[in-house]
């Protein structure tokens, strides 16, 4: 257990709904966003867990694909990023512009 927190954390961007939503925002907010998923490259599982500006929380309303866990983040100024790991794997899925449309 503690080797898999210990691992680097590997970025998958390639969700469409992901994409959509990052590719409709101003330069200045992709530039914010783009700032968190360079972070993200390059810190470990444990980082993330433990980051305080990050604020990993789980949402228990829902499952992501095959019945993973979601995960919300804060990605960027004024968003959270919805997430589920995949062993060293964080696949994003969605990015909400306010908390509480994250858990919805």
């Keep these: 257990m503690n080797q898999k927190r210990n691992q680097t954390v590997r970025l998958d961007l390639n969700n469409p709904v992901f994409?959509?939503?990052l590719f409709r925002l101003s330069k200045i907010e992709q530039r914010n966003i783009l700032n968190t998923l360079r972070k993200l490259a390059n810190i470990t599982w444990q980082q993330v867990y433990t980051?305080?500006?990050?604020?990993?929380?789980?949402?228990?309303?829902?499952?992501g694909p095959a019945g993973n866990k979601l995960y919300s983040f804060r990605i960027g100024k004024g968003?959270?990023?919805?997430?589920?790991?995949?062993?060293?794997?964080?696949?994003?899925?969605?990015?909400?512009?306010?908390?509480?449309?994250?858990?919805?």
Excluded: C, N, V
Excluded at 51 to 63: A, F
Excluded at 79 to 102: C, E, K, Q, T, V
């Design 19 to 21: 994409q959509r939503q």
């Design 51 to 63: 980051d305080h500006g990050l604020k990993w929380e789980t949402i228990l309303s829902k499952k």
């Design 79 to 104: 968003f959270r990023g919805i997430a589920y790991r995949d062993g060293s794997w964080m696949r994003l899925l969605s990015l909400h512009p306010d908390h509480d449309s994250a858990y919805q």
